[in-house]
């Protein structure tokens, strides 16, 4: 009853209204209240958006004082003071001080827009068509992000073939992660591998839903040096697990490479407004005026959040924040999950976990979820067969409350395993 005018009204497409029946009203930080006065904890973060949390109060200040003088909201890509004020704080506070050289151009309002702008760009410049993704990778809805997306479901609604893309093994999918580098190397250099030499490779150095896949970091330098040895561009997605979300501002920083190509979007913002962005080194920015456009790569308030959660970032330390949830989130999961059954997995980094159940179920993690969203936390599900209950709360999240959170995983994952030992 309470969702009658959506079900009637809304598309059949809607999806996370499905798993979480609820209707959302007020958030604040971790917490999201539900139009009839119910509390829920936010594991899920907008899926990567809201690193800041819900209504930073910080970074809600600086956009309610840009909207208060009137200032200018859309713009195109039109000379604007807060984009220029962005270029400069995003130049001075994390390209410059971490020795990384990249012009920025804007995209499309979403993470895929920018995805599609990096394939157009890596194909212009080495003019060569194909591209290599990875298993488990997720790219984006529309055509050229999906044709390097590798879950079939996503893939089967393109409705057209889905060309130009060579997938290779992520570095998970060997227990000896240089397998799949040997696999890469044997691709491109045996005249007899069928493969038509790539403009790119696209990688996501933590696969968020490809199930938390975190990449070591000796197979991404490895990777890096296959690509500059056989010029292949190299294109790092952060859409997911950049801004924050793994320690380091860019989630490749730990293993100290510098991608060709990256690509941000979600959390950049700082507030859960729309903006996607790619860096781009110099010598590849060849795109001329207008080659590639849009209507909206400059909305204002984007820029302002992003400015606001750049300040915010630096001074209240984010990277420490993270390394300290991040030892939360970890030892509860040794600790409290792992002794539930053997057969659990868990992996992460930072402040995005996963806790695997392929080895009993997979499908236990969709009662697990179930379980966690009846006892009022918000969680989603990643991974083949969506086998891992994946863990991503804002990471201002408040100590207290992220241990309240994971409570709550522990009394479903429990509850699940019970129930299925006694089926
Ligand atoms: C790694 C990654 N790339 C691209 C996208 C697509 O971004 P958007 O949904 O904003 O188009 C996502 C979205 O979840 C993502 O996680």
């Given at each position: 009853?309470?969702?009658?005018?959506?079900?009637?009204?809304?598309?059949?497409?809607?999806?996370?209204?499905?798993?979480?029946?609820?209707?959302?009203?007020?958030?604040?930080?971790?917490?999201?209240?539900?139009?009839?006065?119910?509390?829920?904890?936010?594991?899920?973060?907008?899926?990567?958006?809201?690193?800041?949390?819900?209504?930073?109060?910080?970074?809600?200040?600086?956009?309610?004082?840009?909207?208060?003088?009137?200032?200018?909201?859309?713009?195109?890509?039109?000379?604007?003071?807060?984009?220029?004020?962005?270029?400069?704080?995003?130049?001075?506070?994390?390209?410059?001080?971490?020795?990384?050289?990249?012009?920025?151009?804007?995209?499309?309002?979403?993470?895929?827009?920018?995805?599609?702008?990096?394939?157009?760009?890596?194909?212009?410049?080495?003019?060569?068509?194909?591209?290599?993704?990875?298993?488990?990778?997720?790219?984006?809805?529309?055509?050229?992000?999906?044709?390097?997306?590798?879950?079939?479901?996503?893939?089967?609604?393109?409705?057209?073939?889905?060309?130009?893309?060579?997938?290779?093994?992520?570095?998970?999918?060997?227990?000896?992660?240089?397998?799949?580098?040997?696999?890469?190397?044997?691709?491109?250099?045996?005249?007899?591998?069928?493969?038509?030499?790539?403009?790119?490779?696209?990688?996501?150095?933590?696969?968020?839903?490809?199930?938390?896949?975190?990449?070591?970091?000796?197979?991404?330098?490895?990777?890096?040096?296959l690509c500059t040895k056989h010029d292949i561009l190299l294109v790092c997605d952060d859409i997911q697990v950049g801004v924050c979300r793994t320690?380091?501002?860019?989630?490749?920083?730990?293993?100290?490479?510098?991608?060709?190509?990256?690509?941000?979007?979600?959390?950049?913002?700082?507030?859960?407004?729309?903006?996607?962005?790619?860096?781009?080194?110099?010598?590849?920015?060849?795109?001329?005026p207008a080659e590639h456009n849009g209507t909206f790569r400059g909305n204002q308030l984007a820029f302002v959040g992003a400015v606001a959660g750049?300040?915010?970032?630096?001074?209240?330390?984010?990277?420490?924040?993270?390394?300290?949830?991040?030892?939360?989130?970890?030892?509860?999961?040794?600790?409290?999950?792992?002794?539930?059954?053997?057969?659990?997995?868990?992996?992460?980094?930072?402040?995005?976990?996963?806790?695997?159940?392929?080895?009993?179920?997979?499908?236990?993690?969709?009662?697990?979820?179930?379980?966690?969203?009846?006892?009022?936390?918000?969680?989603?599900?990643?991974?083949?067969?969506?086998?891992?209950?994946?863990?991503?709360?804002?990471?201002?999240?408040?100590?207290?409350?992220?241990?309240?959170?994971?409570?709550?995983?522990?009394?479903?994952?429990?509850?699940?395993?019970?129930?299925?030992?006694?089926?």
């Amino acid at each position: 009853m309470m969702f009658d005018y959506f079900e009637k009204n809304e598309s059949n497409v809607r999806s996370y209204c499905r798993v979480f029946p609820v209707k959302f009203e007020r958030a604040q930080n971790a917490v999201i209240i539900s139009s009839n006065g119910v509390r829920y904890i936010d594991f899920f973060a907008g899926a990567g958006a809201m690193n800041f949390g819900h209504n930073n109060p910080y970074i809600k200040s600086k956009i309610l004082e840009y909207l208060e003088m009137d200032n200018i909201i859309h713009a195109l890509d039109m000379y604007t003071v807060e984009k220029e004020k962005f270029l400069i704080t995003f130049i001075n506070n994390i390209l410059s001080p971490k020795g990384l050289d990249y012009k920025i151009m804007f995209c499309g309002p979403t993470g895929t827009n920018a995805v599609e702008a990096a394939l157009k760009l890596v194909r212009k410049n080495k003019k060569r068509s194909n591209v290599i993704a990875f298993s488990g990778a997720f790219h984006g809805m529309s055509l050229g992000s999906l044709a390097i997306t590798s879950d079939s479901f996503s893939r089967a609604g393109g409705g057209v073939p889905l060309n130009n893309t060579i997938f290779a093994p992520y570095c998970n999918q060997f227990e000896d992660h240089q397998k799949s580098l040997d696999y890469l190397e044997w691709m491109l250099t045996d005249d007899h591998s069928g493969i038509d030499k790539p403009a790119a490779i696209f990688f996501e150095s933590v696969q968020a839903e490809g199930g938390v896949n975190v990449a070591d970091i000796e197979w991404l330098q490895k990777l890096r040096d296959l690509c500059t040895k056989h010029d292949i561009l190299l294109v790092c997605d952060d859409i997911q697990v950049g801004v924050c979300r793994t320690g380091n501002f860019f989630s490749f920083e730990r293993a100290n490479i510098d991608p060709d190509i990256v690509v941000l979007s979600k959390s950049i913002s700082g507030f859960g407004l729309p903006m996607s962005i790619l860096l781009i080194k110099p010598e590849l920015d060849i795109f001329s005026p207008a080659e590639h456009n849009g209507t909206f790569r400059g909305n204002q308030l984007a820029f302002v959040g992003a400015v606001a959660g750049l300040e915010y970032y630096k001074k209240s330390n984010l990277p420490q924040m993270v390394k300290e949830r991040e030892k939360v989130i970890s030892d509860f999961l040794i600790n409290a999950i792992l002794p539930i059954d053997s057969r659990l997995s868990v992996r992460g980094i930072g402040m995005i976990w996963g806790i695997d159940f392929s080895k009993i179920d997979s499908s236990l993690s969709n009662v697990a979820m179930q379980n966690c969203v009846k006892n009022h936390l918000i969680i989603e599900r990643a991974g083949s067969d969506n086998c891992v209950l994946k863990i991503l709360p804002p990471l201002t999240i408040e100590q207290e409350t992220l241990v309240e959170g994971l409570r709550i995983i522990k009394e479903a994952v429990t509850v699940t395993l019970e129930k299925y030992y006694h089926r």
